[in-house]
């Protein structure tokens, strides 16, 4: 019911031509819940859901699915259409009396008109017909990560911990609700490690993934971290010594 494949999905076309960090960054700012009966199923797309989300939520049932929403408020649910007890239109249902942004992702069998016409209603991101492969599941998440961020802009922004975010529409962190503008270098540095959380990275790394044609000294990089942590906070970078960096946002369950 779940295929690994890169072809059918034109959204997939698109995450192709963009920066894999990118994506990985832009989606990991969301909880993701997946609603799947099938045990089977849900342990191989839960693994592969866990590649983009550190905050995946699984249930097995609209009646759990339900209480994980009320607690945690997830922004993008997948979830089949058949469940043993409420239904996945139901549930959606249910959700969108309270909730218009929350996107859904819904798996089915179906392509009847009745079907279409309450996804439409329902204003689902995508419905996919199994067996779906891998490259139209992330397609569709790349969508629902559009719609949300043009539904709120500040959804876009990534959480950096102590009140500080970091708005990559705008190339600029926010402090308190005051934007605080970046220098070049820094938004450049800023990425890198947004796409590398909690790793410890060798000063030769940054060299490679920041400065790339241009000359590296250490008095350059040290400026520049010192630049961030005035700029954000001094516990966002690290210090390993004598071995780099680690940036420490995500760390401690900050999405």
């Not at 199923?41 to 699984?58: S, Y």
């Not at 950096?160 to 970046?182: A, R």
């Not at 008095?219 to 780099?244: H, M, T, V």
């Amino acid at each position: 019911m779940f295929r690994l494949e890169t072809r059918t999905d034109p959204y997939f076309a698109m995450i192709a031509h963009m920066k894999q960090s990118e994506f990985f960054r832009r989606i990991r700012h969301y909880a993701i819940l997946y609603v799947e009966d099938d045990k089977a199923l849900q342990a191989t797309i839960g693994e592969f859901l866990e590649r983009f989300t550190p905050n995946l939520l699984v249930a097995s049932s609209a009646e759990e699915a339900q209480k994980l929403y009320r607690e945690l408020k997830p922004k993008i649910i997948l979830l089949d259409i058949n469940l043993p007890g409420m239904s996945g239109l139901d549930f959606c249902e249910s959700i969108r009396r309270v909730d218009s942004t929350t996107r859904f992702i819904m798996t089915t069998a179906y392509t009847d008109k009745p079907f279409l016409l309450k996804a439409v209603e329902l204003g689902l991101t995508r419905y996919l017909v199994k067996p779906m492969t891998s490259d139209e599941l992330i397609g569709a998440l790349h969508k629902s990560v559009e719609e949300l961020e043009k539904i709120d802009p500040v959804l876009g922004r990534v959480d950096l911990g102590h009140g500080v975010f970091y708005d990559p529409s705008t190339k600029t962190l926010v402090v308190e609700g005051k934007n605080v503008p970046l220098r070049r270098k820094e938004v450049e540095l800023l990425e890198f490690f947004l796409s590398h959380p909690c790793k410890t990275i060798p000063y030769k790394q940054f060299a490679h993934g920041v400065w790339k044609d241009s000359t590296m000294s250490p008095d350059a990089i040290r400026s520049q971290i010192r630049n961030l942590r005035k700029k954000s906070y001094p516990g966002l970078i690290e210090n390993i010594s004598g071995i780099g960096y680690r940036f420490t946002r995500g760390c401690d369950g900050i999405a």
